[in-house]
């Protein structure tokens, strides 16, 4: 379970920054061309099946030791306030841990499958090599083949599936927006107390090392991962 957890931590972070390219303002170039290096180098590809495993067995344990816990200690303690020894964040694992599966098979089949399934747009863009400037074409489905790189008369030409129109197409749902951010809340929560609670786990629990192990919890999967991504659906929903 910490394992897992740690590793998919990690991806968050990798995730997270190549997600960023949502944010320059080229119509989705540097996202399409991030889009495709993600689904088609063999080395991140291999990775991807590790996170996919790591997701299922992460549910899978956690289900485990919550029926074990349960099975353990049928009836609760008569007298015990468990408020008193624990955060609300860590009595409260599971429901956080819910919505963030939840959100990740939502998160899938708007954009993974569709991606996966030619289910999202397609795109031509041409690059002036000498100027700079750039023409952006959609294209019908009769036109692409594959994701394409050429370079005719000084001009680069790209065709690529247009994830990032689907991207902008998605976040003009309001629901889907506001259930983003919820479950980005969620993940916040679920992180601040996963991440620590797994170098315990591990044995890493030496007073010279909480602090920092606290502070990045708190700070980087507290804060700042989930409002990154968090401020996606809001970019799109309020500014493109």
Not at 66 to 77: D, F
Request: some cysteine; charged content about 10%.
């Amino acid at each position: 379970m910490s394992l897992t957890g740690i590793f998919l931590c990690t991806f968050l972070i990798v995730h997270l920054i190549g997600n960023l390219q949502l944010f320059k303002d080229d119509a989705g170039y540097a996202f399409n061309q991030y889009a495709y290096f993600m689904t088609h180098f063999t080395p991140i590809k291999v990775v991807s099946y590790l996170l996919y495993a790591s997701i299922i067995l992460h549910a899978i344990y956690a289900l485990v030791l919550t029926l074990k816990n349960r099975a353990a200690r049928p009836i609760g303690y008569a007298q015990y306030d468990g408020k008193a020894n624990s955060t609300w964040n860590s009595r409260n694992m599971g429901i956080l841990g819910t919505i963030v599966l939840v959100f990740l098979a939502t998160h899938m089949q708007n954009f993974w499958w569709k991606y996966h399934n030619d289910q999202v747009p397609y795109v031509e863009y041409r690059t002036d090599l000498a100027t700079g400037a750039r023409s952006i074409t959609e294209l019908q489905a009769s036109e692409f083949t594959d994701y394409q790189v050429t370079i005719e008369n000084n001009v680069e030409i790209v065709k690529a599936r247009d994830l990032y129109k689907q991207v902008a197409y998605a976040f003009k749902n309001i629901g889907l927006v506001i259930f983003y951010v919820i479950a980005m809340a969620a993940l916040a929560f679920h992180l601040i107390h996963g991440f620590q609670s797994a170098f315990r786990t591990l044995g890493v629990s030496h007073k010279k090392y909480l602090p920092l192990i606290q502070a990045i919890g708190v700070w980087l999967f507290g804060v700042i991962v989930p409002i990154g991504f968090a401020l996606m659906p809001l970019y799109f929903y309020f500014v493109k």
